[in-house]
């Protein structure tokens, strides 16, 4: 079966601490995202990663960055975090680039709240 | 820009009954994919039906169909014989062939038992 794992469900962290989301897929998949979920807004996309050590960003990178240095692995990360990054963080995978878009498979979220 | 709106912030539908969540998207792309997701309370969102805008006729998965309507650019779901476990935020989305699939902002099922 197909499984997105992320290594938190809830998070508490300080204004100005580095914190780190964690990402793992077990799918062999090349394409990883993250994702931010909030009321009203809907999912949109941070950063997302085609390969290994590759890296683009979405929509709303900023304050974010990402690490891919192995293929299961997705790592999202806030430099210092603030209280506007209070919010749901999703992770999703793809299973290649191809020609045209595939299903994305997405994990149970982080909920991050940034006091 | 790539848009999809979603206008029902909340829907409710009686167990047993049918009832139709709405989308409407913006692209200026002649082929794009058009998905509907669902979120469960347990938040893992898994993908409901699929469509391909090439294609004519209707995608269908059990229960659960779309209107997918081009030139007005909808893509209604439909699901019939409502349970109890498709109580879930369903997210309407968009992918014109690049890495970025684009979300509504979703609609907040309710069933009654």
């Known amino acids: 079966d197909v499984k997105v794992t992320q290594s938190s469900r809830y998070l508490v962290k300080r204004t100005g601490e580095k914190v780190f989301l964690e990402c793992v897929q077990d799918?062999?998949?090349?394409?990883m995202f993250w994702y931010r979920q909030d009321p009203g807004l809907g999912l949109r996309l941070i950063y997302f990663?085609?390969?290994?050590?590759?890296?683009e960003k979405g929509d709303i990178p900023e304050g974010y960055s990402v690490s891919r240095e192995k293929k299961e692995r997705f790592s999202l990360i806030l430099e210092s975090a603030s209280t506007n990054q209070t919010s749901m963080y999703l992770c999703?995978?793809?299973?290649?680039?191809?020609?045209?878009?595939?299903?994305?498979?997405f994990g149970s979220g982080t909920q991050l709240s940034v006091l | 820009a790539q848009t999809v709106t979603q206008s029902q912030p909340e829907m409710s539908v009686q167990e047993a009954e049918t009832v139709t969540l709405s989308c409407t998207y913006d692209?200026?792309?002649?082929?794009?994919?058009l998905f509907w997701y669902k979120q469960p309370p347990s938040r893992q969102m898994i993908l409901v039906i699929r469509?391909?805008?090439?294609?004519?006729q209707n995608a269908t998965e059990n229960r659960f169909s779309v209107n997918f309507q081009k030139a007005a650019k909808s893509f209604s779901l439909k699901i019939s014989d409502s349970q109890l476990g498709d109580a879930a935020m369903y997210f309407c989305?968009?992918?014109?062939?690049?890495?970025?699939?684009?979300f509504g902002a979703g609609t907040r099922l309710f069933v009654k038992a």
């Open positions: 799918m062999d998949h090349e394409n």
């Open positions: 990663s085609y390969d290994v050590k590759m890296k």
């Open positions: 989305a968009a992918n014109t062939g690049g890495f970025k699939t684009i």
């Open positions: 692209t200026s792309e002649s082929d794009y994919y």
């Open positions: 469509q391909e805008a090439y294609k004519q």
């Open positions: 999703a995978s793809s299973l290649g680039a191809g020609s045209h878009p595939e299903t994305l498979f």
